[in-house]
């Protein structure tokens, strides 16, 4: 493949960000690795971190599946079973699912008692302020000793709206923890082996008191914790965004950049034309509002990025030719900042990395 446009994946990196996370918790961790472990590459990212964790988080039932094939390790369906037969083959794979509604446990209620495994565990998850699945106050005890009847092991969740550090997420959180905490007391004088798990990354990183048996972090081992507030980890970016250019040329003054024209030149001006574009991940929302780093010298976006190009400002990089190195993203222009260029998240930017992007793995 000679196209050099790479997301070059740090091994290492990672594996120092989930020793940094479990070094601030007694929880088990259990890292959420769905959507292609964020665009990582599954594969590789379990094979440089299962020494160190106790399970996994992914988001469906195909996402279980596959990642059950990697590890023997506890793989959690976080969606849960969407019919009968999923739930039957989550069994058989000995794989944790969530039940979140009272539809999936009238597939309980259809299974037979020979078909469930006394090994993997059932996840009822609880809704505490974040109003997309779970079951309410009024539903709780009910779903849990439906559910309690069916099963040994159960893990009583719920997840942060936002567990950021500013004032107002500080407040919600803290609403929710109590809640969870409340009806944790209350099912554990039933069931006195109940596990919980309510952090994310930010629960991990702000909420000590959310920490509970079993902590689920995603974006902060990737090494993204911009919006988690301050933090003394330290946490290393794990992919960097990198490419070279395909033309460099001579621009005129007045002339217009790009689908719809929507850059001008104001003089004359040397542009750089980059083999990635929106198909690969790199939003169009990038256009006359990022930078790229060319030689590590900043190179703005000019005019719409479109689905295999992004043409750049070469301006204040004249020595600039076909073997500069460009970052669209790393360690130097972190994915946190860039994503707000585009009015994005640093989650979306990851996951979006299409697969026609190679991934180059490396350990430094």
Known sequence: MSRPTIAEINLLALKKNVKKLKKITQSKIYPVVKA??????????????????SGYCVATFEESIEL????????????????????????????DYVIHSNRQISFLEE???SDLSGNNKIWLKIDTGMNRLGFKENEILKAFTKINSFKKKIVLMSHFS??????????????????????ETKLKKIKPNLLSSLCNSGGLINFKNSHMGISR??????????????????LEQVMTLKSK????????????????????????????ILPIGYADGYPTGMGNSAYV???????????????????????RCIQANFNSEVILWGS?????????????????????????????????
Not at 43 to 52: F, L, M, P, S
Not at 86 to 95: H, P
Not at 162 to 181: E, V
């Open 36 to 53: 292609n472990a964020y665009g990582h590459g599954l594969k590789r990212v379990i094979e440089t971190i299962n020494a160190y964790i």
């Open 68 to 95: 059950r094939r990697l590890t023997s390790k506890s793989v959690v369906c976080m969606e849960g079973p969407y019919n009968l037969e999923e739930l039957k083959n989550l069994e058989k794979r000995n794989i």
């Open 111 to 113: 299974i037979k008692s």
């Open 162 to 183: 936002s567990a950021s550090a500013n004032t107002k997420a500080k407040k919600q959180s803290n609403k929710q923890i109590k809640l969870f905490k409340k009806y």
């Open 217 to 234: 972090p995603g974006i902060s081992i990737f090494g993204c914790q911009e919006d988690l507030g301050k933090s003394s980890l330290d």
């Open 245 to 272: 250019f395909i033309s460099i040329k001579k621009v005129q003054k007045g002339e217009l950049v790009g689908y719809e024209g929507t850059w001008r030149a104001k003089k004359d001006t040397t542009v750089g």
């Open 293 to 315: 780093l060319v030689d590590n010298k900043k190179a703005k976006v000019i005019g719409r990025v479109s689905m295999d190009l992004t043409a750049v400002d070469l301006s």
């Open 332 to 364: 130097n222009l972190k994915i946190d900042k860039v994503a707000k260029f585009s009015n994005t998240i640093s989650y979306e930017l990851m996951t979006s990395v299409s697969k026609r992007v190679k991934r180059k793995y490396i350990e430094k």
